[in-house]
Protein backbone atom coordinates (compact mmCIF):
# COMPACT_ATOMS: atom_id res chain seq x y z
CA UNK A 1 0.00 0.00 0.00
CA UNK A 2 1.16 3.46 -1.09
CA UNK A 3 1.58 5.48 2.17
CA UNK A 4 2.87 8.85 3.53
CA UNK A 5 6.05 10.61 1.51
CA UNK A 6 5.32 7.74 -1.24
CA UNK A 7 5.29 9.16 -4.87
CA UNK A 8 2.34 7.97 -6.48
CA UNK A 9 1.10 8.54 -10.34
CA UNK A 10 -2.59 9.36 -10.79
CA UNK A 11 -3.92 7.83 -13.61
CA UNK A 12 -7.19 9.02 -15.33
CA UNK A 13 -8.94 6.61 -17.91
CA UNK A 14 -5.59 4.68 -18.04
CA UNK A 15 -3.63 7.58 -18.94
CA UNK A 16 -0.62 8.72 -16.63
CA UNK A 17 -2.15 12.35 -15.46
CA UNK A 18 0.49 13.77 -12.81
CA UNK A 19 2.52 12.40 -10.15
CA UNK A 20 2.28 13.25 -6.32
CA UNK A 21 3.30 12.77 -3.16
CA UNK A 22 0.87 11.42 -0.31
CA UNK A 23 1.41 14.07 2.38
CA UNK A 24 -1.25 12.85 4.67
CA UNK A 25 -3.62 9.90 5.16
CA UNK A 26 -6.02 10.11 7.86
CA UNK A 27 -9.07 7.92 8.61
CA UNK A 28 -12.57 9.16 7.35
CA UNK A 29 -15.15 8.23 10.13
CA UNK A 30 -16.68 5.60 7.57
CA UNK A 31 -14.68 2.23 8.18
CA UNK A 32 -12.34 1.47 5.48
CA UNK A 33 -12.08 5.13 4.11
CA UNK A 34 -9.13 7.81 4.45
CA UNK A 35 -8.73 11.50 3.62
CA UNK A 36 -5.32 11.54 1.37
CA UNK A 37 -3.79 14.73 1.17
CA UNK A 38 -1.62 14.19 -2.19
CA UNK A 39 1.28 17.11 -3.23
CA UNK A 40 0.45 17.43 -6.76
CA UNK A 41 3.90 17.48 -9.07
CA UNK A 42 3.34 20.07 -11.49
CA UNK A 43 3.11 23.50 -12.08
CA UNK A 44 1.86 25.49 -9.84
CA UNK A 45 2.51 22.88 -6.99
CA UNK A 46 -0.90 22.22 -4.81
CA UNK A 47 -2.41 19.93 -2.28
CA UNK A 48 -4.98 18.01 -3.25
CA UNK A 49 -7.52 16.26 -0.07
CA UNK A 50 -9.03 13.15 -1.88
CA UNK A 51 -11.39 10.97 0.26
CA UNK A 52 -10.66 6.99 -0.87
CA UNK A 53 -11.07 3.40 0.69
CA UNK A 54 -7.55 1.42 1.28
CA UNK A 55 -7.99 -0.96 -1.46
CA UNK A 56 -8.30 2.65 -3.91
CA UNK A 57 -4.62 3.89 -2.36
CA UNK A 58 -3.33 0.06 -2.89
CA UNK A 59 -4.16 0.95 -6.42
CA UNK A 60 -7.59 -0.58 -7.25
CA UNK A 61 -9.55 1.32 -9.43
CA UNK A 62 -12.42 4.27 -9.07
CA UNK A 63 -14.14 6.79 -10.23
CA UNK A 64 -14.27 10.52 -9.71
CA UNK A 65 -17.36 12.41 -11.40
CA UNK A 66 -18.02 9.32 -13.40
CA UNK A 67 -14.59 8.74 -14.85
CA UNK A 68 -12.02 5.57 -13.69
CA UNK A 69 -9.10 6.59 -12.07
CA UNK A 70 -6.66 4.77 -10.46
CA UNK A 71 -3.36 5.26 -8.22
CA UNK A 72 -0.06 4.14 -8.39
CA UNK A 73 3.12 3.90 -6.13
CA UNK A 74 6.04 4.64 -8.07
CA UNK A 75 9.11 2.49 -7.71
CA UNK A 76 12.32 3.86 -8.35
CA UNK A 77 14.35 1.81 -11.04
CA UNK A 78 17.40 -0.27 -9.68
CA UNK A 79 20.54 0.79 -11.85
CA UNK A 80 22.50 -1.77 -13.02
CA UNK A 81 26.22 -0.21 -13.48
CA UNK A 82 29.28 -2.44 -14.30
CA UNK A 83 31.91 -2.59 -11.80
CA UNK A 84 35.33 -1.28 -12.97
CA UNK A 85 37.64 -3.43 -10.67
CA UNK A 86 40.32 -1.11 -11.74
CA UNK A 87 38.11 1.65 -10.28
CA UNK A 88 37.43 0.01 -7.29
CA UNK A 89 40.78 -1.15 -6.04
CA UNK A 90 41.98 2.95 -6.72
CA UNK A 91 39.21 4.00 -4.88
CA UNK A 92 40.45 2.16 -2.04
CA UNK A 93 43.89 3.40 -2.24
CA UNK A 94 42.66 7.08 -1.93
CA UNK A 95 40.82 5.80 0.66
CA UNK A 96 43.32 4.41 2.88
CA UNK A 97 45.44 7.77 2.17
CA UNK A 98 42.73 9.54 3.17
CA UNK A 99 42.55 8.18 6.33
CA UNK A 100 45.90 8.98 7.64
CA UNK A 101 45.90 12.83 9.57
CA UNK A 102 46.19 15.59 7.55
CA UNK A 103 45.87 13.78 4.22
CA UNK A 104 42.41 14.23 3.54
CA UNK A 105 41.73 14.18 -0.47
CA UNK A 106 38.42 15.36 -2.22
CA UNK A 107 36.91 12.74 -4.70
CA UNK A 108 34.83 14.17 -7.61
CA UNK A 109 32.08 11.98 -8.24
CA UNK A 110 32.25 12.01 -11.75
CA UNK A 111 36.19 10.00 -10.69
CA UNK A 112 33.92 7.37 -9.31
CA UNK A 113 30.60 7.22 -11.20
CA UNK A 114 31.04 4.74 -14.14
CA UNK A 115 29.70 6.08 -17.47
CA UNK A 116 26.81 4.42 -19.28
CA UNK A 117 27.45 2.72 -22.59
Not at 16 to 35: G, M, N, Q, V
Request: aromatic share 8%.
Amino acid sequence: MATINDIVLVYLEEKPLFFARIEDISPDHKKDWYHVTLLVLQVPVQTVTWILRDAYIDGEGFTMGGNPMRIEKVEAPVEDWPIDEGLTENLKEKSKKAGKPGKAEVIAFNAIKPEKK
